[in-house]
């Protein structure tokens, strides 16, 4: 497989109930990144991995846990969402991180969309 | 504060051309580039500008204005397939992507 999936593609749950989103890719890039996206707004940054190390948390809820094992592989965990958390969520990856190069490619997922009741 | 402004929505004919503009205003600018995303799929990328000109691409072309704050995504024959959101996307003087809402574009037989 290649690209960038992401998994699962649709998720609900409940405000209480806890679940992680999966995003896998195969394109040996060393940047990994969560964006969210609303309708009709920018993609917001959620947060930067370099090189397996968070290198940015643009002020995201706590209610919304990163985790980078390894560089092919990222995890975001939810726990406790809100109903303005329904939204797409998408995966990307780079060769380099955000902050090296203008010139800098994103790969994105399909996206899970999570719809919180 | 940082903006990209594009329009929300932009209908067009089969088989015409349309132009999708974008302006920004940021803190530094080292490029602009522009993705599209097909209803329900991931955003691909299309193009990428750091210097002014025009950047042909088959079918589709890509200008920026760096004294203007300004770029236009140009989409000629268009296609049923065409039909999908354009987003502008800035990266600042910090290299960080600072994007627009993104463009929906309809096209009619």
């Known amino acids: 497989e290649t690209g960038v999936t992401q998994t699962p593609r649709h998720l609900v749950m409940g405000m209480t109930n806890k679940k992680s989103l999966k995003c896998e890719q195969h394109l040996g890039h060393n940047a990994m990144y969560w964006y969210k996206q609303s309708a009709k707004k920018p993609l917001e940054l959620m947060f930067v991995y370099s090189l397996e190390e968070r290198v940015e948390n643009n002020s995201v809820p706590s209610r919304f846990s990163p985790e980078c094992p390894n560089s092919s592989h990222l995890f975001l965990h939810l726990h406790t969402l809100q109903p303005e958390d329904s939204a797409l969520y998408l995966c990307?990856?780079?060769?380099?991180?955000?902050?090296?190069?203008?010139?800098?490619?994103?790969?994105f997922g399909a996206g899970s969309r999570l719809t919180v009741l | 504060g940082q903006n990209i402004d594009q329009p929300t929505e932009m209908t067009a004919t089969e088989g015409a051309i349309v132009q999708i503009n974008c302006t920004y205003q940021?803190?530094?600018?080292?490029?602009l580039f522009w993705y599209q995303q097909h209803a329900g799929e991931a955003p691909t990328f299309l193009s990428y500008n750091v210097l002014d000109g025009l950047e042909e691409k088959g079918r589709f072309s890509s200008f920026l204005s760096r004294s203007k704050g300004y770029s236009y995504l140009l989409l000629k024959e268009l296609q049923m397939k065409d039909s999908a959101s354009y987003l502008c996307?800035?990266?600042?003087?910090?290299?960080?992507?600072?994007w627009g809402a993104g463009t929906k574009l309809i096209i009619k037989p």
């Open positions: 996307a800035v990266t600042d003087s910090n290299y960080q992507l600072i």
């Open positions: 990307a990856s780079s060769q380099g991180g955000q902050g090296a190069s203008g010139a800098n490619v994103l790969t």
């Open positions: 940021t803190s530094g600018f080292n490029g």
